[in-house]
């Protein structure tokens, strides 16, 4: 009964190293989502997948890439990490058709990635 | 565009007495409304949702959620707070319009006291 798996859980880099986030669903779901939550702010959309093989630029998605490397699995990667990118990352998923959230569906979320840039 | 005011940052109750988060959208569209609540160090988990089919949405743990179209609002309640219930909660809107995403209030963090 995963649901929503991310890896790794706690990550610390030094400015302008690189790295990925991974992240993999068991729901079959369509959509995934990468959200970033800092303190005062909620959660700000990254990144999202409507469906495999497409992606699409959220509120915040400057530093960032996105891969959706199949159904189950949306990665995001930093290219070269700075400060302002210390945050904790969330990924999500949700059973959405075009990325829209119909009547009956939810998103589900991951436990979080605590990443501290230095 | 949606958007979403959680009119509180912090909310402090006393364990046993009533819990009222508030919460404010705009929407262009008929929307789906959700509360997700965040214990310390955790992910996610929804606690209800609104998707128009009856205004008064039971949640899990005893909480519901009155939408109301007239004010804009779908603020949170629960009859008695229990000290498991302090955690950060979230209200979320999301437009029915294509592709379109869920918009995070700030979140409110809910203290109990014994």
């Known amino acids: 009964n995963a649901g929503v798996t991310q890896t790794p859980k706690f990550q610390v880099l030094k400015t302008g190293q690189s790295m990925t986030l991974q992240c993999a669903q068991d729901m079959n779901h369509n959509s995934m989502y990468w959200y970033r939550q800092d303190p005062g702010m909620g959660l700000r959309l990254i990144y999202y997948s409507a469906s495999e093989g497409t992606t699409d630029k959220g509120e915040v998605p400057n530093g960032y890439n996105v891969s959706r490397l199949n159904k189950r699995e949306f990665s995001l990667r930093l290219e070269s990490a700075a400060p302002s990118q210390t945050s904790v990352y969330f990924c999500a998923s949700s059973e959405s058709r075009d990325g829209s959230f119909e009547m009956n569906t939810e998103a589900f979320f991951g436990q979080g990635t605590r990443l501290t840039v230095v | 565009a949606q958007s979403v005011t959680q009119l509180d940052s912090h909310v402090s109750v006393s364990e046993g007495t009533p819990v009222l988060l508030r919460c404010n959208y705009s929407s262009s569209y008929s929307p789906s409304l959700f509360w997700y609540v965040q214990h310390p160090n955790k992910g996610l988990q929804l606690l209800l949702k609104?998707?128009?089919?009856?205004?008064l949405v039971k949640g899990i743990n005893g909480f519901e959620a009155e939408f109301k179209k007239s004010e804009t609002s779908f603020h949170l309640t629960k009859p008695s707070a229990h000290m498991s219930d302090a955690a950060e909660y979230f209200c979320v809107v999301s437009d029915p319009s294509g592709y379109s995403t869920l918009t995070f209030g700030k979140g409110t963090m809910l203290l109990v006291s014994p």
């Open positions: 609104y998707t128009s089919a009856a205004t």
